[in-house]
C-alpha cells in the first residue's frame, strides 16, 4: 500500500488506523503528500478525541469508528464519490475556459492597457455582489469573455452560467427558449419545457445582444428581473421562481436604444446597475502582442504535436499586428493567429508576411488602399463627435442595407441569414432609414442595367418561377 500510494493518484482511501507493519498516520500523510485531493477515511476500533483529532489535522476527509453498518460505509462513499466527480467537472471547465478564452477561475482576462484594466477592476468588484451587470463593446470585444470572469469570481460560482444570444432567434423561439411553454402552447409542443431561466436558476444569466430583443419579450422578462416569477408559453399561472444573477450585453449605445424605443427604459435600468464598457482592440495597442503571444500557444497546442517548437513573433510582425485597424477586434485577432499556426512550421520565426491578411489590407479606418475615403468619410468629419459618428453609422446602415437585401434578391429570409442577424433587425434598421425592398430594388435596377445584367426585379420573378416549377 505504500509503495502503490508514493507512485499512484488514487482519489478515496480507506485507512485502518492501527497496523502491524505500517501505522495509518502514517500511510494517510504519504498519501496526502503524493495527491492532496485524495479524500481519506480513517478507520478505527479504538476510537477516541486524540486519535479523531490527529487525523483530521493531517487531512483526513472523515473518521469511521468500528463497527460500521454498510449502509454507513455506502452513504460515506457516495458522499465522497459525488465530491471526487464535482471536482473533476469544475476542473473540465476551467481548462475548456483556459482554452477558449484565456482564463480560468483564478486567472485575470488577458491585457495591460489603462482602459482595459479598469474594466476588469471594476468586473472583479461587481462579481462578488449579486447587481446586475450591462456591458457594451463592439462585437468581438470580450463581451462574452467578461460575463464568463463575471460568474466564475462570483458567490454562483457552483451554478451555471446559461447564456442566450437574442438576435439569433425569432421572437417565438426566443420567448419559448427563454421562459419554457405548456404542453399544447404551440404547434410541436408535445410536453412541458422548462426555459433557459429555471435552467440558471442560482446562477448567471447571460443576456447578448439585448437591443435585438422584441417589446413583448422584454416586458416579460423584466417581470423575472423584477419578482422573479417565470411564467412559460401557454400557461395562465406561475410555474417557477427563480434566484438569477443578470448580465447583459449589446454592441450599440444602450441610451441611443432607449431613446429610439428600441429598448424598455425601465428594463435599461434594472440591468444597468453596474456599467463596463470595453474598449475596442484598437485603443488597446499594448495589449495586442500579450493576446497574440497567448493564441499562438493555446492554437499551437490545439493544431500541432506535442513537443513541436512553438514560433516567434519577430519584432516587425508585432509591429505589423499593431497597425491593423482590428474592425473584428479580438476575435478578428484569434483568427488570424490561428490561421497562421496551421501554416507555420515548429520553430519559425514569424515575419510580417508570414501573417494572413484576412480582412484584405492593414489599412487604417480611413482609407481602403486606393486613396478613397470608405464610405466618403473624410466628408464627414466636420462637426462634434456625437453628431459626426450619427452621420457615419447612418450612411454605413444605409449603404449596408441596400447592398445586403440587392445581393439578396429583396428574400428577407436570406438577407436576414446573409447578415446573421434576425429579420425583426433588419425590418427595424430599413424603418430607421425609411427603407422599402421596392425602393432597394429599383435601385439595383439601376446599377444592373449600367452593368448590362437583368434587371434585379426580372431576376427575382425567375427565381420564383424556377422554385415554383422544382417544387
Known amino acids: 500500500a505504500r509503495d502503490l500510494l508514493q507512485r499512484s493518484r488514487v482519489d478515496i482511501v480507506l485507512l485502518d488506523l492501527n497496523m502491524s507493519h505500517v501505522p495509518g498516520m502514517e500511510l494517510l500523510q504519504i498519501c496526502l503528500k503524493t495527491s492532496p485531493d485524495t479524500l481519506a477515511v480513517i478507520m478505527t476500533g479504538n476510537a477516541n478525541v486524540e486519535s479523531s483529532v490527529e487525523a483530521l489535522r493531517l487531512g483526513a476527509w472523515d473518521y469511521l469508528p468500528k463497527p460500521f453498518t454498510a449502509t454507513h460505509l455506502q452513504v460515506l462513499l457516495g458522499r465522497a464519490r459525488h465530491i471526487i466527480a464535482s471536482k473533476k467537472v469544475h476542473a473540465k471547465e476551467d481548462r475548456k475556459l483556459q482554452s477558449e478564452f484565456g482564463h480560468s477561475k483564478t486567472l485575470t482576462l488577458l491585457g495591460r492597457s489603462p482602459a482595459f484594466v479598469n474594466a476588469i477592476r471594476l468586473a472583479e468588484k461587481v462579481a462578488r455582489t449579486d447587481a446586475s451587470v450591462f456591458l457594451t463593446g463592439e462585437s468581438g470585444s470580450g463581451k462574452e469573455v467578461f460575463a464568463q470572469?463575471?460568474?466564475?469570481?462570483?458567490?454562483?460560482?457552483?451554478?451555471?452560467?446559461?447564456?442566450?444570444?437574442?438576435?439569433?432567434?425569432?421572437?417565438?423561439?426566443?420567448?419559448?427558449?427563454?421562459?419554457?411553454?405548456?404542453?399544447g402552447s404551440f404547434t410541436g409542443a408535445v410536453r412541458d419545457k422548462p426555459g433557459l431561466l429555471e435552467t440558471a436558476n442560482g446562477g448567471t444569466f447571460f443576456l447578448d445582444e439585448?437591443?435585438?430583443?422584441t417589446q413583448p419579450v422584454q416586458a416579460k422578462l423584466l417581470r423575472v428581473i423584477q419578482d422573479g416569477i417565470v411564467r412559460r408559453v401557454g400557461s395562465e399561472s406561475m410555474d417557477a421562481k427563480v434566484d438569477v444573477r443578470f448580465v447583459a450585453a449589446t454592441n450599440r449605445d444602450p441610451r441611443e436604444a432607449v431613446d429610439e424605443g428600441v429598448l424598455r427604459k425601465d428594463l435599461y435600468y434594472r440591468l444597468s446597475v453596474v456599467p463596463i464598457h470595453i474598449p475596442p482592440l484598437r485603443e488597446r495597442v499594448e495589449d495586442i502582442p500579450v493576446l497574440a503571444e497567448h493564441f499562438m500557444e493555446v492554437y499551437w497546442r490545439k493544431h500541432r504535436e506535442k513537443g513541436a517548437e512553438i514560433p516567434t513573433f519577430t519584432k516587425e510582425a508585432i509591429q505589423s499586428l499593431n497597425a491593423r485597424h482590428w474592425a473584428g477586434n479580438v476575435r478578428e485577432l484569434q483568427n488570424v493567429i490561428e490561421h497562421a499556426v496551421v501554416l507555420l512550421d515548429p520553430g519559425q520565426v514569424i515575419q510580417p508576411d508570414d501573417l494572413p491578411q484576412l480582412d484584405g489590407s492593414h489599412a487604417s479606418p480611413a482609407g481602403n488602399g486606393n486613396g478613397k475615403s470608405w464610405l466618403g468619410l473624410a466628408e464627414h468629419l466636420d462637426g462634434e463627435y456625437h453628431k459626426v459618428r450619427e452621420r457615419i453609422i447612418a450612411e454605413f446602415e444605409l449603404q449596408y442595407l441596400s447592398s445586403l437585401i440587392g445581393r439578396a434578391g429583396a428574400n428577407m429570409s436570406r438577407a436576414a441569414k446573409m447578415a446573421g442577424v434576425d429579420r425583426t433587425t433588419l425590418y427595424r434598421l430599413m424603418d430607421k432609414h425609411g427603407l422599402q425592398r421596392d425602393m432597394v430594388i429599383r435601385s439595383a435596377d439601376q446599377a444592373a442595367a449600367g452593368a448590362g445584367d437583368p434587371p434585379l426585379s426580372q431576376q427575382q420573378s425567375e427565381w420564383r418561377i424556377r422554385g415554383n416549377t422544382s417544387v
Do not use: W
Open 210 to 213: 439585448l437591443t435585438e430583443m
Open 149 to 183: 470572469f463575471i460568474h466564475h469570481h462570483s458567490r454562483r460560482v457552483d451554478g451555471q452560467m446559461v447564456a442566450v444570444n437574442c438576435a439569433a432567434l425569432p421572437e417565438t423561439l426566443l420567448e419559448s427558449e427563454m421562459f419554457g411553454h405548456v404542453k
